[in-house]
Structures are given as structure tokens and as C-alpha cells.
């Protein structure tokens, strides 16, 4: 996965910092999927995480991988989520997604915002 994103990013005409930070929170997202699935399926009551679109699930690891392991507050994460699920999902999904890292985020002691 990394080699595949390197690569990617490398072709890509975005500059040295973003693609080294699009490169750490994919990594990163990707070797946290375990635990940010075992949160999707807490807070996404009534949802098997089968049912959950692929980009939808892509989403929120993504999502889930920079609440737990960055600085970046809290409401910006979600924010960023809400605008990739509306440009890349439905509304409906940023809706979905809103509630569960929303959920999520209540039940953290630490709270970036």
C-alpha cells in the first residue's frame, strides 16, 4: 500500500509537504483499519460495517486515524470528512458519517476542539 501511494504521489504535480502529509495519513489510516473499524461498528448502530460503502468506510478511517494519532482539531477532521463524503458519497452519508465520528468524538476524554 505504501509503495503504490508513493508512487502515485510522486507522479502527482502536488508539492513535496502535501504529498509527504497525503502519504502519512494514508499509511496511516491504512494500519489503523482494525481499530478504526472496531469504532465504525460501535457508533454505526443497526449498520453492519458490510453495508457501509467502501468510500464511506475510507472516509472515516481516514477520519478516525487523524482524531486518534494527529493534532488537528476535531471539528476540522470532521469538517474535512463531511466534505469528502458530500464531493465523493451522498448527502445522506455525510450525514451518516457526521454522527458517528460526531458520537465518537463525544466519548473521547481528550477533545481537540
Known sequence: MANQSKLYLESSQAETQTQAMALELATGAWGACEQSDSVIREYSLHWDIDRITMVDR???RLALYEINALDTPNVVVVDEA??????????DAAKFINGILGAYIKS???NHV
Open 58 to 60: 475510507a472516509i472515516m
Open 108 to 110: 473521547l476524554d481528550i
Open 82 to 91: 463531511i466534505e469528502l463524503a458530500k464531493r465523493f458519497s451522498t448527502q
